[in-house]
């Protein structure tokens, strides 16, 4: 049998794959030329991340696929409807990603917090010059401790974010159109465990309450956090999207920020991927990522693992 991986997967992964017998093309097709490689290799399953898509007109232009695994949790880019209805598997891997996301989501805040998103930016510039203005404008700080999170989306990432913030003993708060409870375990480096049962509230009590509010939602109808649910927020507020654009009205949010009633942002995902809104690039109160929650080595070696597993008790076992 013939994998393709379009946008590439961990070595691990790869190895895995051809352990079982499968043959494996690590290669990057172009889009448009990605129909006539598949029927001329007689491919059996695709691999893509971001960049592939996978869509109704090329399942039904190639009829030897069986699997489409796609290396992360986005699945937006595969028609899975289609797929599922005309016999096709679609996998993917929501928790191999989960605790990479969840960092980044912590890095923003650090940076944030500590105003390193803006000192990064004016230290190379001005550091040498106005060195104590800039150490004054930056002395203003918080730390994480004893502050709340306010998680909306309480699935594998959410429960990581709460990990970790439980870690540093800030208060979480979650809320989640269907999780009503989840146990979050702290495992320590000695080998013991400390089990905390979250039970998820209403998402006005999320909005109302928390000093900093993270998103970790699927694709939506619709925006979820617009003007009307920033004024519920606390004033200073720091907001967090390393989940998908499209959920976050970022006109709002700037309109928010400079007003003050938002202090910071973080954001990894943008409604306009790959060229995001110019007045977010510029905007010295957010804190910038190019979608690179799920992106660590260790995080593409899980992914890479997984799928292949996936795969192999699939196709073959």
Known sequence: MKILVNDGISQSGIDALEKKGFEVLNVTVAQNQLENYINEQNIDGIIVGNNTQVRQE????????????????????????????????????????????????????FGMVRFLHSSNREMPLEGDSRFNDLKKAYSKGVELRGKTIGIIGFGKVGQEVAKIAIGLGMNVIATDTEIVSAPITLEFFNGQKSTFIIETVNKED??????????HIPEQEDYII??????????????????????????????????????FAGLDVFETEPTPAVQLLMNPEISLTPHIGGASKEAQDRIGVELANQIIKLLKD
Do not use: R, W
């Open 58 to 109: 090329l399942m039904e232009a190639c009829p030897s696929l069986k699997l489409i695994g796609s290396a992360g949790t986005d699945i937006d880019n595969i028609d899975i409807d289609y797929a599922e209805d005309n016999g096709l598997i679609v996998i993917n891997t929501p928790k191999a990603s989960s605790s990479a996301v969840a960092e980044l989501v912590f890095a923003h805040l």
């Open 206 to 215: 999320v909005l109302k309450e928390a000093d900093f509010i993270t998103l």
């Open 226 to 263: 617009t003007e009307a649910e920033i004024e519920k927020m606390k004033d200073g507020v720091g907001i967090i999207n390393t989940s998908i654009g499209g959920v976050l009205h970022e006109v709002d949010l700037v309109k928010a920020i400079e007003t003050g009633k938002v202090q």
